[in-house]
Every structure is written in C-alpha cells, then in structure tokens.
C-alpha cells in the first residue's frame, strides 16, 4: 500500500512569537495525498500533495506538551465558518499546541460549501494522519498525547479517523489520543467503523439541519454496544456551527447541499453506496437536499468549551 508509506516531509516556512497568547507561532508544511473515498478506504495511493497548517506552541514550560490537530469545515480554515483561531487560542492557554491544517489551498480549492465533491469526505483523514506523523518527531511535543478535533466537514474526519482500520496511516501505528467532533456527518456506516480504541466526544445541536444528529445518535449506540468510549453531548434549540459568534445572527446558505435525509454505506468493494438504491450514491440522488442554517448559540457554545476543556485536560493528564 504506497499511501502508507510515503514519508511526511517538513518544511518551516515562517516563524513568529505572539506576546499577547504566550504562544510560539509557525508555519508548516507536509506531505499528504489526494484521493477518494473508496481509495482512501481500500488503501491505494493518491496523488502527493503539500499541505500546510499553523503550529502554535504554548511557552510556558520547558516540558514536551500535548497537541490538538484541527480540521476545519467546508468554509476552509480562514473561511467565516471557521471556529479554529478561537480554539487555538483556548487551548494554547491551558497548556496544549495546536496545529491548524488547511486542507485545501494546496489542493486549489477554496470551498466546498457549494459543491462536497471536490475533495473526498475522508480526505482529511490522510491529512490528520500525516500530521500526527509530523508533531510526533517535534521534540517539544508529546507523541503519546496528540488529539484529533475536526469541525463539520473536519469532524468527519476527525471522527471516522478513529477507526483502527487507518493505523496503517501512522508511522509505528500510532494512533490518536482521543476525538473530538463537532457537528459531524454520520449519514455513512462504514465497514468495522465500530472498531475503535482512542474515546470520542461527539457535540451536536439537536437542531441543525446541515448535519443531522439523529443519525449520529445510531453509530454512537452502535459504538457504546460494542463497548467503546463514546459520547454524544446535543444542545437543545442549537443549529449547526453553534460555537462560531461569526453567526449571531442565524444565516441560511442558500443552495448548499446536505445529505440530512440519505442513509449511505460501505460496500465490500469499498464504494459508497446509497442504501435506498443500493448504487453508488451521488449528490444528483433524490435524498440530497438542498439550503442549510449556521446559527451561533450561547448557551450551546458555552457548554461546549466547558466539555473540551474537562475532556482533554483528563485524556492528557493536566495539572494545574
């Protein structure tokens, strides 16, 4: 399998201090492929690509730190659905680095709210992967204590990223520390995605019609029956992109397509079929629907970052 193999490839392209966060600041570059879904999922290759992220490392503390790789949405990480700098900043301050991928300049994709097939949904899995490999050689970095946190189009990723089939991604089959998923699609079950080590946080809003949360309330069922460490949190009256103040006041994205109403799957040939029809499934079938709501909720966005917070302050062992 040549997809694993490839080596991460480290470039330094800038470096800066932030005085008002404590945080070093970098920009980096690696190594990561494109490719589809099928073929991220039967293990062939992809076509190389360099990916770049910022790296922001806390300075207070001479001792190799946990990290958070963070996947931005469809937006793209400077996009106005983007919640990544906020975090960053959030955790730099509890004593975390960050590395904030952007999955698509280097693919010359600037968004894919309007059109979802121009990068494969899983795509950013290879990137998360390729990531880990890179902070894991960074000598202020903690390789035991690196976690996944993806937002919509991110947390897709960030989620099924978890599941033990990719370990082939990670050099020495590393693996995440924990997931953490913000409003993510769960419409597709995906062979043994039931098969998963590292635990998952999963926060919703139970009224976002992005990214429905009912269908991720049966792969969480699934996932607790088979006894993994698992937890859907959903927000009442919360819409999808609920921590992102950008949108107090709520917007409707005329046109963008959702697949809130499809129920797809896996197939033993590593296609994604639609289960209704059971052929390939497309965003021509009849179960895509179109116009979707980004809406900021206080309350929603307030419980979250308490979550977050609680969370990985006990996956990576915090004292403070």
């Known amino acids: 399998m040549k997809l694993f193999a490839l080596s991460v490839c480290i470039f330094v392209a800038t470096v800066a201090s932030s005085s ?11 190594s990561s492929v494109t490719l589809a879904d099928s073929d991220l999922l039967s293990g ?15 300075g207070t503390t001479n001792e190799k730190v946990p990290a958070v790789v963070l996947l931005h ?19 730099n301050q509890l004593g975390i680095a960050t590395f904030a991928i952007d999955s698509f300049t280097g693919r010359g994709i600037t968004s894919t709210v309007m059109d979802q097939t121009l990068l494969g949904r899983l795509n950013m899995v290879a990137d998360a992967y390729r990531a880990l490999n890179l902070l894991a050689r960074d000598p202020r970095i903690d390789p035991n204590r690196i976690a996944v946190m993806g937002f919509s189009r991110g947390a897709q990723s960030a989620l099924y990223s978890a599941m033990n089939r990719f370990s082939g991604l990670a050099n020495n089959n590393m693996r995440f520390a924990a997931h953490v998923v913000f409003y993510a699609d769960c419409t597709t079950t995906y062979l043994g995605d039931t098969d998963v080590i590292a635990p998952i946080r999963l926060l919703h809003g139970d009224r976002d ?3 429905a949360v009912a269908p991720c309330r049966g792969y969480v069922e699934r996932l607790t029956k088979a006894g993994r460490d698992v937890k ?11 921590d992102n103040p950008t949108f107090r006041k709520p917007f409707l994205v005329k046109g963008a397509p959702t697949t809130r109403k499809c129920q797809l799957m896996e197939s033993a040939d590593h296609q994604i079929l639609n289960r209704a029809t059971q052929k390939p499934f497309t965003y021509k079938d009849a179960c895509v629907e179109k ?7 206080d309350a929603a966005d307030r419980q979250a970052h308490l979550l977050v917070r609680d969370f990985l302050t006990n996956v990576f062992r915090i004292k403070h």
């Open 73 to 91: 949405g469809s937006g793209g990480a400077g996009g106005p659905g983007s919640t990544v700098d906020g975090w960053s900043t959030e955790l």
């Open 209 to 211: 019609n992005w990214n």
């Open 44 to 58: 062939r290759d992809g076509k190389p690509v360099s990916v770049t992220g910022k790296l922001r490392v806390p």
């Open 20 to 30: 008002a966060d404590q945080a070093r600041v970098e920009d980096l570059s690696f």
């Open 232 to 242: 859907l949190s959903e927000y009442a009256g919360a819409d999808h992109a609920f």
């Open 291 to 297: 116009d979707t709501t980004v809406a900021y909720n």
